[in-house]
Nanobody, 117 residues
Framework: VQLQACGGGSVQAGGSLKLSCKAS???????????MGWYRQAPGKQRELVAE???????NYQDSVKGRFTISKNNGKRTVYLQMNSLEPDDTAVYYC?????????WGQGTLVTVSS
């Protein structure tokens, strides 16, 4: 399984970005039934969970992004997305996608999001 993340960039506060993470080497049924998440790591800070899609299809968000970020997926494209609106400077970080298959987690390479005030 390989995850390819993209969509990061530099935006001003209040702007929007949409991150994508495409999974390869994963059969459709496994993709559908897997837990998926977006994490971020800001300079000098630990990696933290931003949003997740559980294997049952429910979504959960870190309090700081509720109402601004939306996680979704396209099963046919084996791609998970993170729509980020009303971006704030504190959202600046490297964003990583993660997919759990059974007890094993797979990580994308990270995509940098920079939000300027």
């Amino acid at each position: 399984v390989q995850l390819q993340a993209c969509g990061g960039g530099s935006v001003q506060a209040g702007g929007s970005l949409k991150l994508s993470c495409k999974a390869s080497g994963m059969i459709l049924s496994t993709f559908i039934g897997s837990r998926m998440g977006w994490y971020r790591q800001a300079p000098g800070k630990q990696r933290e969970l931003v949003a997740e899609l559980t294997s049952s299809g429910s979504s959960n968000y870190q309090d700081s992004v509720k109402g601004r970020f939306t996680i979704s997926k396209n099963n046919g494209k084996r791609t998970v997305y993170l729509q980020m609106n009303s971006l704030e400077p504190d959202d600046t970080a490297v964003y990583y996608c993660n997919i759990e298959v059974g007890s094993r987690g797979y990580w994308g390479q990270g995509t940098l999001v920079t939000v300027s005030s």
